[in-house]
């Protein structure tokens, strides 16, 4: 079975672009959630999507957005691009949204704010 | 608020030795779950090892076993006979309300 797939892996943005990141979650999860990760603040939840339907998000500001496709698939976007967004940003999915089972990450995407 | 606090930011043994991360945890739920996360240098995060709160008998996963003390909120993690594979960014979690709260995280050496 295949594992989570992000893309891009890596991107290179200016100040005051926007970015798209997509997430493929496992074949038949329907849980799919993003996390921010950077040095100094460790890993940070953004949001949680299940069956289209976000059920949880984290104190992010509206620049940050996401959603869910039919399929699972999963998209967030940042607009109005900081330095300070700069990060690892990991997609993660569970079956059925059992959150109290495993989270299955995939490798990231790598965003680099110039 | 979910907290989870881990004290080590780094930590290195010999290959072979035992070695124990820390983690203390803080939360409102009367029922939870627990977890040990593991991001090698590759980055893609996998889970180690999971405790439900509920269950006295800790947790062991072949060479990984928790040390789980509900009533002080500490869930540490020992890895016995090392290996170099284990060198790795460790990350206790804990689950509430359809999302994980990660502590800091502890990097582990194994040294040959």
């Known amino acids: 079975k295949a594992g989570v797939t992000q893309t891009p892996r890596y991107l290179i943005k200016t100040r005051g672009q926007q970015v798209t990141l997509s997430c493929s979650p496992i074949?038949?999860?329907?849980?799919v959630s993003w996390y921010q990760q950077t040095p100094g603040q460790g890993l940070q939840f953004l949001f949680e999507?299940?069956?289209?339907?976000?059920?949880n998000k984290g104190n992010f500001p509206g620049r940050f957005s996401g959603r869910q496709f039919s399929n699972s698939r999963s998209e967030m976007n940042v607009s109005t691009l900081e330095l300070g967004d700069s990060a690892l940003y990991l997609c993660?999915?569970?079956?059925?949204?059992?959150?109290?089972?495993?989270?299955?990450f995939g490798e990231g995407s790598r965003l680099t704010v110039l | 608020a979910q907290t989870v606090t881990q004290s080590q930011p780094e930590m290195s043994v010999q290959e072979a030795e035992t070695v124990t991360l820390s983690c203390t945890y803080d939360?409102?739920?009367?029922?939870?779950?627990l977890f040990w996360y593991k991001q090698p240098p590759s980055r893609q995060m996998i889970l180690v090892i999971r405790?439900?709160?509920?269950?006295?008998q800790n947790a062991t996963e072949n060479r990984f076993s928790v040390n789980f003390q509900k009533a002080a909120k500490s869930f540490s993690l020992k890895i016995s006979d090392s290996q170099l594979g284990d060198t790795a960014m460790y990350f206790c979690?804990?689950?509430?309300?359809?999302?994980?709260?990660f502590g800091q995280g502890t990097r582990l050496t194994i040294n040959p």
């Open positions: 939360t409102s739920e009367s029922n939870y779950y």
């Open positions: 993660a999915s569970s079956a059925n949204g059992q959150f109290r089972g495993e989270l299955f």
């Open positions: 074949s038949g999860h329907r849980s």
């Open positions: 979690a804990s689950e509430g309300a359809q999302k994980l709260v």
């Open positions: 999507y299940f069956s289209e339907t976000q059920r």
């Open positions: 405790q439900e709160a509920y269950k006295q």
